[in-house]
């Protein structure tokens, strides 16, 4: 009986966290945006031949006609330099850059997580330690650090997610870190603790619920951050010079033609913005689930 | 606590933030399986018997046969003696002290312009869009400066340079200033002037208006895209805080003593709403400095951030490294005076 009621109450919470996020527009149509790059990275993946792509890993140049040409019908968005159709590129871009800015975001969110939340838990000497590194690793812009990171590393996509991850987890430490500390204090932990549950099954039961969803919502409000700055890298010529579909690459291809063939800047960039925005909104809009007082 | 407790408290634990900084950086020019500080302090021009006679005295002087973290402290040794290696890049060939002699005056000049521009729109704007809430103004704000805040930088440069260089054709976008006329100065040698290296200043030096007013035009695009870059946040957050300030008790008290609107939002509520901008500050410096990368980049301008991507392109070791550790350093000074200075306004700091 009492678990059909914890059930139904489940349900109904449910219900009223989708009716608060339906209720919020822009929310809505950013999680449309989102949604609608991820099926193209899903189609890319699986079945390109579905858009009539052939090689979805690969920019296709067109050394017969180099020189950047305006849209029309046979090249929707036009092409950019060296003959490189723009609409094919930016869909078999938006994969790659979607699966890379995941892997960084995932990677370190979960680092970051873990050990603010041990780090908030064991507090005392490991936590200054651990928070004094965060502070040492925030002191160097990310952007400075993951191109020396990623020069140690070799240029490359793989290890510029690394070095994207590695300058990424601090910021994760210390907001779980912070969701820790104030989870700490309630009564149900001390309620745990007084009941004899361990140490372990009190951190990883009781307090990660609590700390996961804000951090959900940092992370969805990272992935649009974290895409903007992967393009970033590879726009200032963090990729060699290989025929890797990416929206920042795809963009500086065009930066010698920006007099004479301006879409071949704007249309990639513009694919980057709308995904920074959409997710902007929907992160406002899960915000509004998440926290009680802005709920109805 | 007393005010100079909590400086001196501050300044030690800044030194462990240093040595951490330092020991990143060394970590870093060590992780890749191989000693890199040998391609950090070797002349990359220099061969035959010098270059062997070098490595043997740079193995003696970092001390590169005994273990790594004994070398660390000859590396900061040496680091702290001011000799930060050798640079290679097809903008500047030399000694790293001499590049950033010549590269962070330029980048100094485009954050300190920004910095203006980020106050003069920033400041007025996140203002008036709290005080017309809701009105046609403050969407438009609103919009601008969410749209600002998700575009990657070097797509404002993009925007910036298409709209206000190429169709309007009324600013220049590319290096400092115009080639031709510069050809034949007396003080402006291989791209470098003398003697603050910043072309607008040493114009003025030298009484050339037409090179200095060329030089400031040069200068426009780069700053006001670091700080459109930049004013997204800031407006954000003013306006935020300036809605909570109106809010207040001692606001209502003035409105009902009958006070002129103009006094209200400019005199009590607008001191107050500024304050969290101050905490702004520390991350609009570490903005500042990476957005500076992509922008001199996409600008080619030489500064320190140009210098770094060039570094990068061409391998070069010392460039990276130094320009890391260079950064690292602005920043966690910024930081600093940040603490110092927050500590001064606000007393509830110290405690």
Redesign the interface.
């Known amino acids: 009986m009492q678990q059909e009621t914890a059930e139904a109450g489940r349900w109904e919470n449910l219900k009223l966290s989708i009716s608060v996020f339906m209720a919020n527009k822009s929310a809505v149509v950013g999680l449309i945006i989102v949604l609608v790059y991820l099926i193209d990275a899903l189609i890319m993946q699986f079945d390109p031949m579905l858009l009539g792509i052939h090689h979805p890993d690969v920019l296709v140049p067109n050394f017969l006609n180099p020189v950047p040409l305006p849209p029309s019908p046979q090249h929707i968005l036009g092409t950019t330099y060296p003959g490189i159709d723009l609409l094919t590129s930016i869909l078999k871009a938006i994969r790659i850059d979607l699966a890379y800015s995941f892997f960084v975001v995932a990677v370190g969110a979960s680092v970051g997580a873990v050990i603010g939340i041990v780090s908030a838990w064991a507090s005392g000497m490991f936590d200054e330690v651990i928070m004094r590194i965060t502070d040492i690793v925030f002191s160097i812009p990310y952007l400075i650090l993951a191109l020396a990171v990623g020069f140690i590393l070799g240029r490359s996509l793989w290890h510029m997610s690394i070095a994207l991850a590695i300058t990424w987890w601090p910021l994760y430490a210390r907001y779980a870190r912070s969701q820790t500390l104030s989870t700490k204090e309630y009564t149900f932990i001390e309620a745990a603790k007084a009941a004899g549950v361990g140490r372990t099954t009190i951190m990883f039961r009781h307090i990660l619920p609590n700390v996961l969803p804000p951090i959900f919502i940092q992370i969805s409000l990272d992935l649009g951050s974290i895409m903007v700055i992967f393009s970033t890298l590879a726009f200032i010529g963090f990729i060699p010079s290989a025929n890797i579909p990416e929206l920042g690459y795809l963009t500086s291809l065009g930066l010698n033609f920006v007099q004479t063939a301006p879409w071949a800047l704007i249309f990639p960039g513009l694919f980057i913005t709308i995904f920074a925005l959409a997710v902007n909104l929907l992160g406002d809009g899960l915000r509004d689930v998440i926290d009680p007082r802005r709920r109805g | 606590m007393k005010l100079w407790v909590y400086i001196v408290r501050r300044l030690l634990l800044f030194i462990?933030?240093l040595i951490?900084?330092t020991f990143?950086?060394f970590v870093?020019?060590h992780?890749?399986g191989t000693n890199?500080v040998l391609a950090e302090y070797v002349n990359p021009r220099l061969t035959g018997e010098a270059r062997t006679l070098l490595i043997q005295k740079l193995t003696e002087e970092f001390h590169l046969n005994q273990p790594i973290y004994i070398q660390y402290f000859y590396w900061l040794y040496q680091i702290m003696q001011g000799n930060w290696g050798y640079t290679n890049t097809p903008i500047f060939s030399g000694s790293v002290v001499t590049a950033i002699e010549l590269f962070l005056p330029n980048t100094a000049m485009i954050a300190a312009v920004a910095s203006i521009l980020i106050w003069v729109i920033g400041v007025p704007l996140g203002v008036y869009s709290a005080v017309n809430r809701d009105s046609a103004t403050d969407q438009v704000v609103r919009v601008g400066s969410?749209?600002l805040?998700?575009?990657?930088?070097?797509?404002i440069a993009?925007?910036l340079?298409?709209a206000v260089g190429?169709y309007l054709k009324i600013l220049p976008f590319a290096g400092v200033v115009n080639p031709l006329l510069v050809s034949n100065l007396s003080w402006y040698h291989n791209g470098i002037s003398y003697p603050t290296h910043i072309i607008l200043i040493d114009a003025i030096l030298h009484n050339n208006w037409q090179v200095a007013w060329n030089a400031f035009l040069h200068l426009l695009l780069p700053s006001l895209t670091l700080a459109l870059a930049t004013v997204a946040s800031i407006i954000r957050i003013l306006r935020a805080s300036m809605l909570e300030v109106l809010d207040q008790d001692y606001i209502r008290l003035a409105w009902s003593k009958g006070i002129s609107a103009k006094l209200v939002y400019n005199l009590h509520a607008r001191r107050n709403a500024l304050l969290p901008l101050l905490t702004l500050f520390g991350l609009t410096v570490?903005?500042l400095?990476?957005g500076a990368?992509?922008i001199e980049?996409?600008f080619s301008y030489p500064g320190i951030g140009y210098w770094?991507?060039q570094a990068?392109?061409n391998?070069d070791?010392g460039g990276?490294?130094a320009?890391?550790l260079l950064?690292?350093l602005i920043?966690?000074s910024a930081?600093l005076i940040l603490d110092i200075a927050y500590a001064f306004v606000d007393p509830r700091i110290r405690y």
């Open positions: 462990p933030t951490g900084l990143i950086v870093l020019s992780s890749g890199l969410f749209s805040y998700a575009m990657p930088i070097y797509l993009v925007a340079i298409l190429v570490a903005f400095l990476g990368v992509v980049t996409v770094t991507t990068l392109l391998n070791v990276i490294m320009s890391t950064f690292g920043l966690v930081n």
